[in-house]
T-cell receptor, first 115, second 110 residues
């Protein structure tokens, strides 16, 4: 139980294009999901908290107009990197909060490479 | 969010027990302690969670002293596949956000 999936697992795109990453909780409902970014040899950095049916909450320094988050259902949150640039190349990881367990379960991550 | 401090790295050999201690001096009354394991290019994997005393599952044990200002993750009889980064985090159900520190890179050698 408590499985979280992400799609795609890796994506390569040209500079200036937009990329959408999906995060799904497969066997549980998640009113809250989180998006992290991880650069090589570094720890995870929380980007935003995604709440079902409401606007996402972004961490300081994260541009909300660049990283669009939508959490339209209890099992799906999407992160769209708009007008991607090479510096946006990173490993993006989502997690979902399992209600009643005080535990977050993480997806496998999405490797984004912007050329 | 309570700040945590862990050793940057630890080396071990196959079959040995690995103990990673995490300090969280400012842990709040409602905070739980959670450990995650991360392999390169993968998302963190939940290992174990506890509030006090000792918790054991099929993968690891978590020891938490009475003052809860530290915790120790114990990995029994490690194998090469346990080479990974291990993160200690504290937080409560009302504060959903997790703050990842640098973690401990555990290297298991043959």
């Amino acid at each position: 139980g408590a499985v979280v999936s992400q799609h795609p697992s890796r994506v390569i795109c040209k500079s200036g294009t937009s990329v959408k990453i999906e995060c799904r909780s497969l066997d549980f409902q998640a009113t809250t999901m989180f998006w992290y970014r991880q650069f090589p040899k570094q720890s995870l950095m929380l980007m935003a908290t995604s709440n079902e049916g409401s606007k996402a909450t972004y961490e300081q320094g994260v541009e909300k107009d660049k990283f669009l988050i939508n959490h339209a259902s209890l099992t799906l949150s999407t992160l769209t990197v708009t007008s991607a640039h090479p510096e946006d190349s990173s490993f993006y990881i989502c997690s979902a909060d399992l209600l009643g367990s005080d535990t977050q379960y993480f997806g496998p991550g999405t490797r984004l490479t912007v050329l | 969010l309570a700040k945590t401090t862990q050793p940057i790295s630890m080396d071990s050999y196959e079959g040995q027990e690995v103990n990673i201690t995490c300090s969280h001096n400012n842990i709040a009354t409602n905070d739980y302690i959670t450990w995650y394991q991360q392999f390169p290019s993968q998302g963190p994997r939940f290992i174990i969670q506890g509030y006090k005393t000792k918790v054991t599952n099929e993968v690891a044990s978590l020891f938490i002293p009475a003052d809860r200002k530290s915790s120790t993750l114990s990995l029994p009889r490690v194998s090469l596949s346990d080479t990974a980064v291990y993160y200690c985090l504290v937080g409560d159900d009302n504060d959903y956000k997790l703050s990842f520190g640098a973690g401990t890179t555990v290297t298991v050698r043959a």
